[in-house]
Structure formats: structure tokens, C-alpha cells
């Protein structure tokens, strides 16, 4: 055999990719470690923090024994066509460049977890969908950048010094074999080794196919996946979510239903068969259709991260209502509402599309015409329907997706700045007051002209990096007020502060001005936050998810168009998926709308209940997550849930199943109507 073949040379490679596999381990556990001190809240103790750190050396050893299988296939021709200097060295360089990239992701999903109390899931992809230069500012404001840089060019520096030396070390000390055949079979054994660790078990699936729960407590079992695993589950997810290949059926699949047929029954429905679906899914809201000349105009608000829980601080010395607070007496303010989804499209799309799947009216999709859209009742009531942003309106193709959802008019930044030439604002968009000032004159005008207006609009200025020109120096804001949870950086949080008030301050103008004109008494209003502000707390998970999850929420409505009794259960749990419902219900009896949730103002046979993300259901029993195979997180107290999950109960799993079956159904619908839409 040609000296350069031998198999004594497959030894030097070998300690080079034992150090990967090692260094993968070490740095996940590193990881592991900052994120529970970072985030485990003092109420665990350490002994949770052990079982997190064995499972998750094993998902580690997965992951470094596939890096070090791909580092031995690229240099193996190398060494096979003589070179094994070179081999050895790309090797090493290799080895380097793959510990950078796991530390870099490992850093990256540390301060993810910090903006969105989760690990890496599909809304990090949106990073490439959104404002992205807006959002790599956001970045470089919020974040420390330069240092990271820094540190992982120390870090780069220090691995290009130490591996070469530390594989030679241990070049010189590894069991090589007398004899040929020996050498031979240490190589196989090793390759068969790292095959194993790749695989993870020697039972029938993989490792990573396998249920990561090592705890009661949700928090530790999300300690045990390493950053390229969950950032690889999230692209997995993010693919089964958004890919509306042929089969209709994935999402009813994913929720545990074996057919179309068992998600209808488990509904509730007497059937599957389509029609039936069709007929449970756009009911009728109650009532005789009214004249288009007595019906009111409809404005809903989806506010930029307009979370609940900093209202609890509100007080004499933190004034973060200003006009708001004289409003809300004038309708009514839900106290346990939960934001469907985690971020602004996501929520967007939930609030207007009624959809489970998301980014769905982007691509492809954005000249699809859905017709689960909330416009349409208006449209077809006779409305003149439209949609305000005080940004771009090529932000996730809002321009183009909405048209085909029955808006008549998309209005945006630029229309803002025709009609106030001074408009300004941050990387976001325009400065919420000239976006309430804008949205008071279409409705005046539509007024004017007789016309009927629904109008959806979205602020941005309550936005990373919270900047904001036009402060409210008569309203006090105190970041001591927030309590020892806190973020520490009093300046930053001072900042968010002043965007949150700005916004609700601005928000109370517009709804004192409808109040006080001609228009109060024939203009229904609801808003409702997208998501919390996220950064501003250090939360104890998941004990305080339900504060993570629930957002401000209002609801105007004129007497002429309230129903009798005595109006909704503010204190009941609600969400995204019953404003439209509600608002049809109120503005448009008579006509047929998409069910993605109640009317607020009629009591559920299931009780309180809001979905969050659709996989935490909130009730009064306490959170069931997730949606299949559910555990129950009874409540402690209003704003804390308990650790440790449970076995439901029957009466908890019965609901839990009606809502993931409802859920499956909508699903169901949506990606049939996008298969059939695309023919």
C-alpha cells in the first residue's frame, strides 16, 4: 500500500475531530448554564439545572459527532490524494470555524430568549421578511455588538492558537496499534463510534426524534436542545407551517387527528364532510341585516407591543396612560387578554386572515384572494374598507397581500407625509400622532361623503429602539416604579417607558376626540396590543407566562349598537381570534364571517378560554400547554401560573381537544382554499 494511504494516518485526523466533538459539549453546556442563571428566576433550585445539562450532553455529543463526520468527509479526499498536511490543517481550521459558529448561535439565542422568552423558533426567520435594516440597527442600539465581535475574535484568535498545539499534544499520545490490522480497527471503531453519538441511541429512532422532557418544569426541558438544534427544529417547523404542499391535512395531522372526519367530531360537528365544515367555520352573526346609513363605522387598532402588565404600574408617579386613562371609562378594557401570536404579522395576519399559518399572504401567496378575510362582511356590507400603517407599505408585502383581501385602500407613511408634510418618525414608521390624526380625517371625510368606513390600523412607534422626539413632560414616568424584575439599565427602560405612554397618550387623544365629535356616537372602536414589550421584565418562566402573553385590549362601543344586559365579562380571557366575531356581531348582524373565535358579548359553553401561539390555552382552571398531549399548570394566583404541569382533567382535556380540533380545522380549510386558489 502507497505509504500516503495508510491507515496510521487516519489517526492524526482523529483527535482533531474528538476535539470538535468535546468542544461542542463544553460550549453546550456553557450555554446551557448562562441561560439558567440568566433566566431561571430564583425560585428553582439547582438540582433542576443537573438533569437539563446530562440530556443535553447527549443532544451535544449529536451534534458534535455530525459536525466531526462532516470534517472528516471534506478532508478525507485530501488525505486520500496525499496531502495529509494539508488534510490535517483544514481539519483543524474546520474545527474552528464550526466552535465559532455554535458560540455565535449559542450568544444569538441567549439574547432571543431575553427579547422573546423562547428559544429559537420560526419567527427568527423573519429577521429576513421584516425591515431588516431596521432590525440590524434595533441590534446594534440594543445589543452589545462590538463587544461579541470582540470576544469571538479573542475567542477565534485563541482556538487558531490552541488546536493546533493541542492536536499535536495529542497526535503524540493516541493509541495507534502495532500492528496494521489494529490500526485498521481503531480506525472503523472510531468511525463507528461517531456514527453511534451522531444517531444518538442504539434504539429504533434517532436522539433527535425523541421527547426532550426531563422535567415537570417547561423552563429546564427548553435548557436541553443546543442553539443549532432548536435553530434547526424552528426551520423544520417553520417549513411544515408555511409550505402548503398537496396535503391539506399536515396541520390537522400535527394536532394529533388522524382524519379530517375525527378533527370534525372532536369540533363537535355531526360530520367531516366539507360542506358541513364550511357551513360551522362563516356562520351568520344573529339579527336582521340594518341599512348601510344606520350602521357604524368600525376602527380596529393592533398597537405595537402594548403588553398588560406595565399597567399595573401606572400610578400617580408613572403616568403611562396620560389621555388614555380618562377613556377607558367610556368602554371597556379586558383584563385577561392574550395576544394570539408573538409577533406583528404573525398577529396581523391572525387578526385579519383568521389563520393558524403563518407568514401565509407573503410570495406566492400575496395575490391570493382569502376568503376567511375580516374586511369582506364590511365589503359586502357596502363599507368602504381600509388599512392605515404609519409605515412602508412593502413591509411584508402589505401592499400587494391586502388588496386582495377586500381592502379598498392601503394607506402608508408616504400618504401620511401628502397630508402632513412634517410627519416624522423613527426607522419604523411615522410617529403614532400623525397616524390617529390621519385615520380621524378618513373618518370624518367617509362621514362626509355618507359612506361607512372599517378601518384597521397599526402603530410603530412603541418599537426597538424606542426612540421617541416629542416626549411628555407633564406626564411622569418612574422605571423604579417596575419593581426589583426590572431591566437594570434605568436609561434604557426610561426610553420604553416614554414610547409606551407616547402611545397610549396619543391612542386616548384619538378616542377623547371621537367621544367629543359628531362621530362618537356612530364609530365602534376596539384595539388590542400585538405582543408585550418583552424586554422590560426579567420573568420568571413559566410561572409568569400569562404576563409574557397578555395585552392591553379595549372595546367602544355607542349605546345605539350595545346589545342589553349588562356587556362583556372584562375579566374573562379572551384574545385576537374574538374581536372580529364581536365586531361583526355588533356592526353587521345578518352577515356571515369567519369563526375564529366568540362574541364577547355571549357566554361560551366552554367558559373563559384564549389561545396563545396555539399551543398555550388559557382557562380558569389555569394553562394547558401544549395543545396535544396537554399538561395542566393550575393557577397560584392571577399573574402566576405553577411550575410543574399536571394530567389534566377530563372536563380540561375535552376543551383543550375542542380548541386544538378547531384549530385543526381552520388549518384544514386555509391551506385546501390556497391548493385550490393556485390551480
Known amino acids: 500500500m502507497n505509504p500516503a494511504f495508510s491507515p496510521a494516518h487516519g489517526q492524526r485526523l482523529f483527535p482533531r475531530l474528538w476535539m470538535l466533538v468535546a468542544g461542542v459539549v463544553a460550549l453546550g453546556a456553557v450555554a446551557r448554564l448562562g441561560m439558567w442563571l440568566s433566566y431561571a428566576g430564583v425560585s428553582r433550585g439547582n438540582e433542576l439545572l ?21 470534517v472528516g468527509l471534506l478532508t478525507t479526499p485530501v488525505w486520500l490524494a496525499g496531502r495529509r498536511e494539508q488534510a490535517v490543517r483544514g481539519a483543524q481550521w474546520l474545527l474552528v470555524a464550526l466552535l465559532l459558529l455554535f458560540a455565535l448561535l449559542s450568544v444569538c439565542e441567549h439574547f432571543y430568549y431575553a427579547f422573546y422568552k423562547t428559544r429559537f423558533d420560526p419567527i427568527v426567520f423573519g429577521m429576513f421578511e421584516d425591515d431588516t435594516s ?30 493546533p498545539r493541542m492536536g499535536r499534544w495529542l497526535g503524540a499520545r493516541w493509541p495507534t496499534g502495532s500492528a496494521r490490522w489494529a490500526r485498521v480497527l481503531l ?56 409550505d402548503i404542499n398537496a396535503d391539506p391535512l399536515v396541520g390537522v395531522h400535527r394536532l394529533g387527528f388522524a382524519t379530517l372526519q375525527q378533527a370534525a367530531t372532536a369540533a ?98 400575496a395575490r391570493l384572494a382569502f376568503d376567511t378575510s375580516a374586511a369582506l362582511p364590511f365589503k359586502r356590507a357596502g363599507y368602504r374598507t381600509a388599512f392605515l400603517y404609519g409605515g412602508g407599505s412593502d413591509w411584508r408585502e402589505l401592499g400587494t397581500a391586502l388588496p386582495q383581501q377586500g381592502f379598498d385602500q392601503v394607506y402608508d407613511a408616504r400618504d401620511i407625509r401628502k397630508r402632513f408634510p412634517a410627519a416624522h418618525g423613527t426607522d419604523w414608521g411615522l410617529y403614532d400622532a400623525y397616524l390617529f390624526h390621519f385615520a380621524q380625517e378618513l373618518l370624518t371625510q367617509a362621514d362626509a361623503r355618507g359612506e361607512r368606513l372599517f378601518l384597521v390600523l397599526l402603530t410603530t412607534t412603541n418599537h426597538p429602539p424606542f426612540e421617541l422626539d416629542t416626549p411628555r413632560p407633564d406626564l411622569p414616568l418612574d422605571p423604579n416604579a417596575l419593581g426589583p424584575r426590572a431591566l437594570a439599565d434605568k436609561t434604557e427602560l426610561r426610553k420604553m417607558l416614554a414610547t409606551y405612554q407616547y402611545q397610549a397618550d396619543e391612542f386616548g387623544g384619538f378616542l377623547q376626540q371621537l367621544r367629543q365629535g359628531p362621530l362618537g356616537e356612530r364609530t365602534l372602536v376596539a384595539a388590542a396590543g400585538d405582543h408585550n414589550l418583552r424586554s422590560h421584565y426579567h420573568y420568571d418562566l413559566p410561572a409568569e407566562q400569562v404576563d409574557v402573553d397578555r395585552v392591553f385590549a379595549y372595546l367602544r362601543v355607542p349605546k345605539a349598537y350595545a346589545p342589553p344586559g349588562d356587556g362583556p365579562d372584562v375579566r374573562a380571557f379572551a384574545g385576537h381570534g374574538d374581536l372580529m366575531p364581536t365586531l361583526v356581531s355588533l356592526a353587521l348582524p345578518g352577515e356571515r364571517y369567519f369563526a375564529t373565535g366568540r362574541n364577547l358579548w355571549e357566554r361560551s359553553s366552554d367558559g373563559s378560554q384564549a389561545l396563545a401561539q396555539f399551543e398555550r390555552l388559557y382557562t380558569a382552571e389555569g394553562m394547558l400547554s401544549p395543545l396535544v398531549a396537554p399538561k395542566l399548570h393550575v393557577w397560584r394566583d392571577p399573574r402566576h401560573i405553577a411550575v410543574e404541569g399536571q394530567a389534566p382533567d377530563a372536563a380540561s382535556a375535552a376543551q383543550v381537544q375542542r380548541v386544538a380540533a378547531g384549530v385543526a380545522l381552520r388549518d384544514w380549510y386555509i391551506r385546501e382554499q390556497v391548493l385550490r386558489l393556485r390551480r
Not at 136 to 158: H, K
Not at 234 to 241: F, L
Open 134 to 163: 431596521a432590525i440590524l440597527e434595533t441590534v446594534w442600539d440594543d445589543y452589545p455588538v462590538i463587544p461579541g465581535v470582540l470576544a469571538l475574535a479573542l475567542g477565534g484568535a485563541a482556538l487558531g492558537w490552541a488546536v
Open 50 to 70: 443537573w438533569p437539563a445539562l446530562l440530556q443535553g450532553a447527549r443532544y451535544d455529543l449529536v451534534a458534535g459527532a455530525i459536525c466531526a463526520l462532516l
Open 268 to 365: 363537535g360537528l355531526p360530520s367531516g364532510e366539507p360542506e358541513q365544515i364550511h357551513r360551522a367555520l362563516f356562520p351568520v352573526a344573529p339579527g336582521h341585516a340594518r341599512p348601510l346609513a344606520e350602521s357604524p363605522h368600525v376602527v380596529v387598532g393592533l398597537m405595537e407591543s402594548f403588553g398588560q402588565d406595565l399597567l399595573y404600574t401606572d400610578g400617580p408617579g408613572n403616568d403611562v396612560l396620560g389621555r388614555l386613562r380618562g377613556e377607558l371609562a367610556h368602554g371597556y378594557q379586558f383584563e385577561n387578554f392574550i395576544s394570539g401570536q408573538n409577533g406583528t404579522h404573525p398577529t396581523l395576519e391572525y387578526l385579519l386572515l383568521g389563520t393558524p399559518i403563518t407568514p401565509l399572504a407573503n410570495g406566492r401567496n
Open 187 to 242: 480506525l472503523v471503531v472510531q468511525c463507528l463510534l461517531l456514527l453511534l453519538l451522531a444517531r444518538g441511541t442504539v434504539g429504533t429512532f434517532p436522539l433527535v426524534r425523541r421527547d426532550v422532557t426531563v422535567s415537570a418544569d417547561p423552563f429546564v426541558n427548553a435548557l436541553v436542545l443546543n442553539a443549532p438544534l432548536t435553530l434547526y427544529r424552528a426551520a423544520r417547523i417553520r417549513a411544515k407551517e408555511t
